[in-house]
């Protein structure tokens, strides 16, 4: 019996005990959230990212509870939740993407971190204000930057009219002006000497922009969307335009490429459909595939002579034909499809340009699909594919004399190269539009030997070495001056005298390449250009500048000097017979 008591009443101590100890934890302090864990607050959402429960402190995350959030948002610099005090120190990716009724942020000194999109389509944001002595960002004027405000991170896209960059930044961040609809002109600060990769991507509000002349390169999908830009004057001192750089610009219409530029990136100028002219100078030695694919209005191109060769596509889509047709049915052609295409003028060595280039299917030669030969009722054939019937539409390829590897097919050559075909009896003549580029006298008036004036209309002049019987030796004043449609000027080693202002005030003059020694000329022949001159490797008399403008000297091939065999479309050089 007394063991039955001590037994029992053993249980009750043990059963009393528990209840204490129980009792004890139910008054702890209550759990704090665990990394990971999300509180919200203010609509605002928390993320726990770290915490140390015996300091009672950690840190946080902050995002949008919804995308409804709206006005005006004060982000804290410390939020409590139960007995912790937590520190805002990142907005991540995303963190208000598409909050369209966002007007204000304001970002405490504490945020260490923005992640990419955080403030994307905020299409009311006009502000963003960081607080001073935040050790990693700035803002100036409601526009984000790093904290040195060398880099311009975030524009908001509800801030419209006109802004200018302040000076002393250096660099634009990605997607920093992002579908800024408002915002309608842009000027560049003098510090700035690169435009990053997708700075101004789909900045849709962009008519105009003023580029500084300290810019150096133009980044990758720099303008990538800028549906509105209507013109853009790069300066001279741009040598990289990135690939996709100027793609979906659809209201640009004239472009001039900088006459030091070296590399142009695949797609530079997709889709840039109402562009109709476009000059790739001496100077470029790299340009991608598919440049001008579905520049639809292109009508005239010259490819400069450091274009060694061609890329795929180059001009593809340059006409009518829709898409899919020769995305389904032909693999990758220089030209294929230029519908638009009138001229190409060609200033060096040819860089792989064969007698089928602008053909379309497999044997490059079909009454059903040939969009070039002169057919009557080829669309009918396959009228699923055609916009617009397209007959005798092949480019003329223009290429100067003293360069190698150029030549144009008779009818009977193209026909052997296309024996497998079945429509032997169409005409290839259509395909085959090689001309020489050579000086058309008719455009000069001379007097004995001195050339007086100039009325042609060609984008590319070249001054005869002979006009009338006479060797031409001199320029006279203001022979081009004033000129808005050329671009190059090729003068003849004859040339020793060039008078004033002989190339004056020609808005798009980019190159003026000289065959011989540096002529005698006065100071103002270039006033208001911005040109390159070239001259011969071994020429004498020039130096850098020489009459205001930037010398290069270049190494033309002469392909009277040499000898060689074309053997299926190939160009094989089979002796030399020059004495340099």
């Not at 009393?16 to 100890?21: G, H, Q, R």
């Not at 004995?448 to 060797?471: A, D, E, L, T």
Request: glycine share 10%; hydrophobic share 40%.
């Amino acid at each position: 019996m007394r063991a039955d008591k001590i037994s029992c009443s053993g249980c009750i101590s043990r059963l009393i005990t528990s209840f204490i100890l129980l009792a004890s934890l139910l008054v702890l302090p209550k759990a704090q959230a665990a990394v990971g864990d999300i509180f919200t607050l203010d609509g605002l959402k928390y993320t726990v990212l770290t915490e140390e429960p015996a300091s009672k402190t950690g840190t946080v995350s902050v995002q949008a509870e919804s995308k409804e959030i709206s006005g005006d948002i004060v982000i804290p610099a410390l939020v409590i939740n139960g007995e912790i005090n937590y520190s805002t120190t990142l907005i991540p990716a995303n963190a208000f993407r598409g909050c369209s009724n966002l007007a204000n942020m304001e970002i405490p000194d504490s945020v260490a971190e923005i992640g990419n999109w955080a403030f994307f389509g905020c299409a009311s944001l006009v502000n963003i204000h960081v607080a001073p002595g935040n050790p990693h960002y700035s803002s100036q004027g409601g526009v984000l930057f790093s904290q040195e405000g060398t880099v311009l991170l975030q524009y908001p896209q509800g801030k419209g009219g006109e802004y200018t960059i302040p000076e002393g930044v250096v660099s634009i961040g990605n997607f920093a002006f992002y579908n800024c609809t408002g915002l309608t002109s842009l000027i560049l600060p003098k510090s700035m000497n690169v435009i990053g990769q997708n700075a101004f991507y789909k900045f849709k509000g962009l008519q105009k922009i003023h580029l500084p002349s300290t810019l150096e390169a133009i980044g990758e999908d720099a303008f990538f969307g800028c549906v509105n830009l209507q013109e853009i004057d790069i300066p001279d001192t741009v040598t990289s335009i990135g690939a996709g750089a100027f793609a979906n610009c659809k209201s640009l219409e004239v472009l001039d490429i900088p006459s030091y530029v070296k590399t142009i990136g695949d797609s530079a100028f997709y889709r840039c459909e109402k562009l109709k002219f476009a000059y790739i100078p001496d100077s470029c030695i790299e340009a991608g595939a598919y440049m001008f694919k579905h520049c639809y209005a292109l009508e005239s191109v010259i490819i400069g002579a450091g274009i060694k060769e061609v890329q795929d596509g180059f001009f593809l889509g340059c006409g009518y034909i829709k898409e899919e047709y020769y995305q389904n049915n032909h693999g990758d052609s220089f030209f294929l499809n230029c519908g638009n295409l009138k001229e190409v003028y060609f200033l060096g060595d040819n860089p792989g340009i064969t007698y089928d280039a602008f053909l379309v299917d497999e044997y490059r030669v079909s009454i059903s699909t040939n969009a070039f030969v002169d057919v009557e009722g080829a669309h009918i054939a396959n009228p699923e594919y055609f916009v617009d019937p397209i007959q005798n539409k092949t480019p003329t390829l223009y290429y100067l004399n003293d360069r190698l590897g150029w030549y144009s097919m008779s009818y009977d050559e193209a026909l052997d190269e296309v024996r497998s075909s079945t429509y032997l009896d169409y005409t290839l003549n259509s395909c085959l539009n090689y001309a020489e580029l050579k000086a058309k006298e008719g455009d000069f008036e001379s007097d004995g030997g001195i050339i007086i004036s100039y009325k042609g209309n060609s984008p590319v002049v070249v001054v005869p070495g002979v006009h009338n019987g006479v060797p031409v030796t001199e320029i006279s004043e203001n022979v081009f001056s004033g000129l808005a449609g050329v671009f190059v000027i090729i003068l003849p080693e004859t040339v020793t005298v060039i008078g004033e202002r002989a190339f004056a005030n020609c808005p798009h003059l980019k190159t003026v390449q000289f065959r011989g020694n540096a002529p005698e000329a006065p100071e103002n022949i270039f006033e208001g250009d911005h040109c390159v001159v070239y001259h011969e490797k071994g020429a004498t008399g020039w130096n850098s500048p020489w009459k205001g403008a930037g010398v290069l000297t270049v190494e033309w091939s002469t392909s009277g000097d040499f000898t060689y065999e074309i053997t299926d479309n190939a160009v094989t050089i089979t002796g030399y017979t020059g004495t340099s």
